[in-house]
């Protein structure tokens, strides 16, 4: 059998899916091509379009996948966090993610691939932890019709921000910890 005709058995989406997120780790999303992908998967270029339309298909995919492991670990984070520190934890959580898996990370939110809907609803999902979490500690903290939405964007940007930032800044892993620091003196009664 010729090396491109190889007989596949298994779930070879889900290992093409693999097999695109260690080439974008690797080598960034202008390396990852699909003739390249199908090379490295053992398949034709054209047994790709079997499982996906197109490239930009193949990696919202890979895209919702990234965000369904982000709520994952968000809602890990929130679970460790201890009492009062919640909001923290997500931030802090969202952070390490960020920089645990920057080419994941800079792929989820890729202008072409977080308009695609898989990946619209996954994000939605990620967030979703971060707005419950908002709606508990207002709760907590008895506060009367406090503006959720804004509070949730909020901390939403701080983290986001703090992960585009730290890999130029000398504080690098540490600048969500300074951030946090910052937002709590800034609003502190």
């Known amino acids: 059998?010729?090396?491109?005709?190889?007989?596949?058995?298994g779930d070879l989406p889900g290992r093409l899916i693999r097999e695109a997120?260690?080439?974008l780790?690797?080598?960034?999303?202008?390396?990852?091509?699909?003739?390249?992908?199908?090379?490295r998967a053992g398949i034709t270029a054209g047994s790709m379009y079997h499982h996906y339309d197109s490239k930009t298909a193949l990696l919202?995919?890979?895209?919702?996948?990234?965000?369904?492991?982000?709520?994952?670990?968000?809602?890990?984070?929130?679970?460790?966090a201890g009492e009062g520190r919640r909001l923290r934890g997500w931030a802090v959580g969202y952070f390490q993610f960020a920089r645990r898996e920057p080419a994941l990370f800079g792929l989820m939110f890729d202008p072409e691939i977080a308009e695609q809907?898989?990946?619209?609803?996954?994000?939605?999902?990620a967030l979703a932890v971060l707005h419950r979490i908002v709606t508990e500690v207002a709760t907590v903290q008895g506060r009367v019709d406090p503006p959720l939405r804004h509070i949730t964007l909020a901390v939403w940007a701080a983290a986001h921000g703090a992960a585009d930032l730290a890999p130029s800044t000398p504080e690098g892993g540490e600048l969500i910890e300074d951030v946090i620091a910052g937002l709590e003196t800034l609003f502190r009664p």
């Open 1 to 9: 059998m010729s090396e491109g005709r190889r007989y596949h058995v």
């Open 21 to 23: 997120r260690e080439m």
């Open 25 to 39: 780790e690797e080598g960034g999303l202008k390396q990852l091509n699909l003739r390249a992908l199908a090379a």
């Open 60 to 80: 919202a995919e890979l895209a919702a996948g990234g965000f369904k492991e982000l709520r994952r670990d968000l809602e890990r984070a929130d679970h460790d």
């Open 117 to 125: 809907p898989q990946v619209v609803e996954a994000r939605a999902a």
